[in-house]
């Protein structure tokens, strides 16, 4: 490993994610290989990327969200997402665009038995379900009565990355070291034997290596965190404001209050329609109602 002296990226931010997993089929390959629930005998062996959607370039461009999409020698296409922010539609999004994937494959006219599965991953930066101490959720279509029965075709699989621990036992070994890479390699010092031996993490520190990037790269890197920074703040402020009023109100008034105390803090900041929307799960005319209530 070329390994140099200095600060390693978090490879979670937009930037250090897609250098890795962006540009090098051969990482990808490895990580989908050891993170999804595919049977020995039919492990990725060959892939190719896919174009990504087309995101309008804003001032905030799409700073909580960052994917890859790729398929392999058998067809199967696989999205993966990485987050660090999450909202209650975040796994309607990941849902419609596996199911887009899946539905674009056909042209007119063509047979249906043409159709390959596809599988959506995301990688959550934050704990969306703290009822649970599971940190691996995966859906697909099953028959209720006979669980053992499914339809082929989606798999979705989410992935709370602040749950996840060394210890958690996974079938394979690699996937244990990917979510380690992911969680802790910007706090090391020193890098561990087992990921210096391992080619693929090897290669992937590397490229998170503060020597890497550019000045320009390393200003968007640290623009990156301070944009979730305000993030977080602007809702945890909100939402601590909706629970004192729900506890006045009732637990529904209040979370109405929290979601529209996010979207005007948020619209006072700045930030673009769709992101406040995704972010708070408000339609687009609520939020412009805001807009013109703050206005006046």
Same mark, same amino acid.
């Given at each position: 490993?070329?390994?140099?002296?200095?600060?390693?990226?978090?490879?979670?931010?937009?930037?250090?994610?897609?250098?890795?997993?962006?540009?090098? %089929?051969?990482?990808?390959?490895?990580? $989908? !290989?050891?993170?999804?629930? @595919?049977?020995?005998?039919?492990? *990725?062996?060959?892939? =190719?990327?896919?174009?990504?959607?087309?995101?309008?370039?804003?001032?905030?461009?799409?700073?909580?969200?960052?994917?890859?999409?790729?398929?392999?020698?058998?067809?199967?296409?696989?999205?993966?997402?990485?987050?660090?922010?999450?909202?209650?539609?975040?796994?309607?999004?990941?849902?419609?665009?596996?199911?887009?994937?899946?539905?674009?494959?056909?042209? %007119?006219?063509?047979?249906?038995?043409? $159709? !390959?599965?596809?599988?959506? @991953?995301?990688?959550?930066?934050? *704990?969306?379900?703290? =009822?649970?101490?599971?940190?691996?959720?995966?859906?697909?279509?099953?028959?209720?009565?006979?669980?053992?029965?499914?339809?082929?075709?989606?798999?979705?699989?989410?992935?709370?990355?602040?749950?996840?621990?060394?210890?958690?036992?996974?079938?394979?070994?690699?996937?244990?070291?990917?979510?380690?890479?992911?969680?802790?390699?910007?706090?090391?010092?020193?890098?561990?034997?087992?990921?210096?031996?391992?080619?693929?993490?090897?290669?992937?520190?590397?490229?998170?290596?503060?020597?890497?990037?550019?000045?320009?790269?390393?200003?968007?890197?640290?623009?990156?965190?301070?944009?979730?920074?305000?993030?977080?703040?602007?809702?945890?402020?909100?939402?601590?404001?909706?629970?004192?009023?729900?506890?006045?109100?009732?637990?529904?008034?209040?979370?109405?209050?929290?979601?529209?105390?996010?979207?005007?803090?948020?619209?006072?900041?700045?930030?673009?329609?769709?992101?406040?929307?995704?972010?708070?799960?408000?339609?687009?005319?609520?939020?412009?109602?805001?807009?013109?209530?703050?206005?006046?």
């Amino acid at each position: 490993m070329n390994f140099k002296p200095g600060r390693l990226l978090d490879p979670k931010a937009d930037l250090v994610f897609k250098k890795i997993f962006g540009n090098n %089929k051969d990482l990808v390959k490895s990580f $989908l !290989n050891s993170i999804l629930p @595919l049977a020995d005998d039919a492990l *990725i062996d060959t892939l =190719e990327y896919l174009p990504s959607e087309q995101v309008p370039r804003t001032p905030f461009k799409k700073y909580s969200i960052v994917d890859v999409r790729c398929c392999d020698q058998k067809g199967r296409i696989f999205i993966v997402e990485m987050q660090m922010g999450w909202s209650d539609s975040f796994k309607s999004r990941l849902q419609f665009g596996t199911a887009k994937a899946y539905v674009e494959q056909l042209e %007119k006219g063509d047979h249906y038995e043409l $159709l !390959n599965p596809v599988y959506g @991953l995301s990688l959550i930066g934050e *704990i969306f379900d703290p =009822e649970t101490e599971q940190w691996y959720h995966h859906y697909k279509t099953v028959n209720i009565q006979n669980t053992d029965k499914c339809i082929e075709g989606l798999e979705l699989i989410f992935v709370e990355l602040p749950k996840f621990k060394a210890t958690t036992h996974m079938e394979r070994k690699l996937g244990i070291l990917w979510l380690r890479f992911l969680n802790e390699i910007n706090k090391m010092t020193e890098i561990p034997d087992e990921f210096a031996n391992v080619p693929e993490i090897s290669k992937a520190i590397e490229l998170t290596q503060e020597a890497s990037f550019s000045k320009a790269e390393l200003a968007e890197y640290d623009g990156y965190w301070d944009l979730i920074s305000i993030e977080k703040t602007i809702k945890i402020d909100a939402e601590r404001k909706g629970k004192a009023k729900g506890l006045a109100e009732g637990k529904i008034e209040g979370k109405i209050e929290a979601k529209t105390e996010v979207a005007r803090e948020m619209l006072k900041e700045g930030l673009p329609l769709d992101l406040i929307a995704r972010l708070t799960n408000l339609s687009k005319d609520t939020i412009e109602e805001i807009k013109k209530a703050i206005s006046n």
